[in-house]
C-alpha cells in the first residue's frame, strides 16, 4: 500500500514561535495532499488542500496566513504553525491520495504538537 | 447540524460477541462512504469501503441506508485487537474532500 510519512512525529515549543511540520509521500507521488487537525475526542478537521505548483485552498475558517503550506514537489508538502499559541496544541495529520484527489486517502502517522 | 454524527461509545463488549453500530450523514448527494480505523494517537487507516449493495470484509460488515441516511458496521466475532475507535467517512458531493464523524470507541475484553 501507498506509504505516506510525517516529521515531526512530536513537538513541543513555546508560544509565538513556527513550526515546520513535512509530510511525504514515499512510494508515489501526489499533485494532492490534504492537512488535517484532531483535537482530543474530537473527528478529524480538514484544515487545507495542498497542491503542487499552486496555491493552497483553506477551508473555511482556517486563517492561511497562519497555516503556511508549500508543495514543493510531487513528494513533499510542509505545514507551518507560525506564531504558535497553545490553542493551536493539536495533533496535525496529512494524508495523500496515490490516483489523484479523488482516489483513496492515505495518511501520515500524525504529528502532535504542543505550544506550552 | 454537524455533517456526519457518531455515537461515540464505548461499546464494551466480550471477545467473541457481536458489536454494531451507526453512523448517519446530512448531505443526501453523499456518493462515497468508508469506515476507518483509529488507534489511540495514531492516524485513521482504512478499514474498508461501504458500497450501495453492503459489503464484506473477513468479520467486518457494512451496509449503507440511502433512504435513511445512515452507515453501519458489524464486528463478529470481536477479537482484542478490534478495540479502537471506528470513524465514519463520507466524502462531500460537491468536491472529493472527506467528511469525518468523531468516531465510536469499541473496546473488546478478555
Known amino acids: 500500500g501507498a506509504v505516506v510519512s510525517q516529521h515531526p512525529s512530536r513537538v513541543i515549543c513555546k508560544s509565538g514561535t513556527s513550526v515546520k511540520i513535512e509530510c511525504r509521500s514515499l512510494d508515489f507521488q501526489a499533485t494532492t495532499m490534504f492537512w488535517y487537525r484532531q483535537f482530543p475526542k474530537q473527528s478529524l478537521m480538514l484544515m487545507a488542500t495542498?497542491?503542487?505548483?499552486?496555491?493552497?485552498?483553506?477551508e473555511q475558517g482556517v486563517e492561511k496566513d497562519k497555516f503556511l503550506i508549500n508543495h514543493a514537489s510531487l513528494t513533499l508538502s510542509t505545514l507551518t504553525v507560525t506564531s504558535a499559541h497553545p490553542e493551536d496544541s493539536s495533533f496535525y495529520i496529512c494524508s495523500a491520495p496515490p490516483g489523484g484527489p479523488s482516489d483513496t486517502q492515505y495518511f501520515g502517522p500524525g504529528t502532535r504538537l504542543t505550544v506550552l | 447540524r454537524k455533517e456526519v454524527e457518531q455515537d461515540p461509545g464505548p461499546f464494551n463488549v466480550p471477545e467473541g460477541a457481536t458489536v454494531a453500530f451507526n453512523c448517519t450523514y446530512s448531505n443526501s448527494a453523499s456518493q462515497s462512504f468508508f469506515w476507518y480505523r483509529q488507534d489511540c494517537r495514531k492516524e485513521p487507516k482504512l478499514l474498508m469501503s461501504?458500497?450501495?449493495s453492503g459489503n464484506e470484509d473477513g468479520r467486518f460488515t457494512a451496509q449503507l441506508n440511502r433512504a435513511s441516511q445512515y452507515i453501519s458496521l458489524l464486528i463478529r466475532d470481536s477479537k482484542l485487537s478490534d478495540s479502537a475507535t471506528y470513524l465514519c467517512v463520507v466524502n462531500r458531493p460537491n468536491d472529493y474532500k472527506l467528511s469525518f464523524g468523531a468516531g465510536t470507541t469499541v473496546t473488546v475484553r478478555a
Open positions: 495542498s497542491n503542487e505548483g499552486s496555491k493552497a485552498t483553506y
Open positions: 461501504v458500497y450501495s
